[in-house]
């Protein structure tokens, strides 16, 4: 493990800059400075976040600055989102409905809570945190649902979401190591995070021996950071960058661990 965890921090040192910002979604977040508006634009970026880059900024753009003028928190809580026709397309099968049901989730959480923040630190760990951002968007909508709000329980025979793109949300918004990560939560800790779990990051994670399930799922998620919290108890997600950065890659990190093995 001590080997394992020098060939991580490599990594980490590699891929873990600020460079990375420019082409990936957390670049939307850092483009505000008031705390509302980083949150609001956190859960956006990284609801829309599948598929494409290049067609998640320009979706990220269209979302964030044309529809919502770069003032998304203004943008929410004056409503202005009622007036958007509901087949109107974002980005994929992301539409104008979709973005409108979040929105009007965003404006009670904020009048009844006054930050995202506030409601995931009314939770025991991040898990009951998406359960409550869920909840919360279900009464704002009279109970109806969305599919692009993970659901982190397990229901009809399917099993738990890995909810990757809310983990990842969480990673911006609460790791504070000042260079990708924004870590504007003071009152959620690190060590409590779970790692966004995607097809590159489980794809290295298994060839390192660190996960032996087959699925992606909530359990799968448990199992990798549980073991990444022991290279790294205080911040184990500061791992992402190593283990999404080398599946991407494909470089030699594989052929060279497992020569020495």
Same mark, same amino acid.
């Given at each position: &493990? !001590? ?9 980490? $040192? /590699? ?7 420019? =082409? ?64 109107? =397309? ?11 049901? /979040? ?7 904020? !009048?009844?809570?006054?930050? #995202? !923040?506030? #409601?995931? /630190?009314?939770?025991?760990? &991040? ?10 968007? #279900? ?8 599919? @692009? ?29 000042? %260079? ?14 779970? %790692?966004?779990?995607?097809? @590159? ?14 699925? =992606? ?8 950071? $549980? ?10 997600? /500061? ?23």
């Amino acid at each position: &493990m !001590e080997r394992l965890k020098k060939l991580l921090d490599e990594k980490v $040192a /590699i891929y873990n800059r600020k460079e990375f910002i420019e =082409n990936d979604p957390v670049w939307f977040p850092h483009q505000f400075s008031d705390r509302r508006d980083i949150e609001i634009a956190a859960l956006l970026a990284s609801v829309i976040a599948w598929g494409n880059r290049k067609m998640i900024l320009a979706s990220g753009k269209k979302m964030l600055f044309d529809i919502m003028g770069g003032k998304p928190y203004d943008y929410i809580m004056s409503s202005k989102w009622s007036e958007l026709c509901g087949d109107g =397309n974002i980005h994929r099968t992301f539409f104008a409905r979709d973005f409108v049901y /979040i929105a009007r989730g965003l404006k009670q959480i904020y !009048e009844k809570c006054g930050s #995202l !923040e506030s #409601l995931f /630190i009314a939770t025991d760990d &991040m898990w009951e945190g998406i359960s409550a951002l869920r909840c919360e968007l #279900l009464s704002a909508n009279d109970g109806a649902e969305t599919r @692009h709000i993970s659901n982190p329980l397990p229901r009809k025979g399917k099993p738990a979401s890995a909810c990757k793109r809310l983990h990842m949300m969480l990673r911006w918004l609460s790791r504070k190591d000042g %260079i990708v990560d924004l870590g504007i939560w003071q009152n959620v800790s690190p060590s409590s995070l779970m %790692i966004p779990l995607d097809v @590159h990051v489980a794809r290295t994670g298994r060839r390192l021996g660190l996960i032996t399930r087959a699925q =992606n799922d909530r359990r799968t998620v448990e199992e990798l950071t $549980a073991a990444l919290r022991e290279l790294a108890p205080a911040d184990p997600v /500061i791992y992402d960058f190593a283990l999404f950065g080398v599946g991407v890659a494909g470089d030699e990190f594989f052929d060279n661990y497992m020569s020495e093995q």
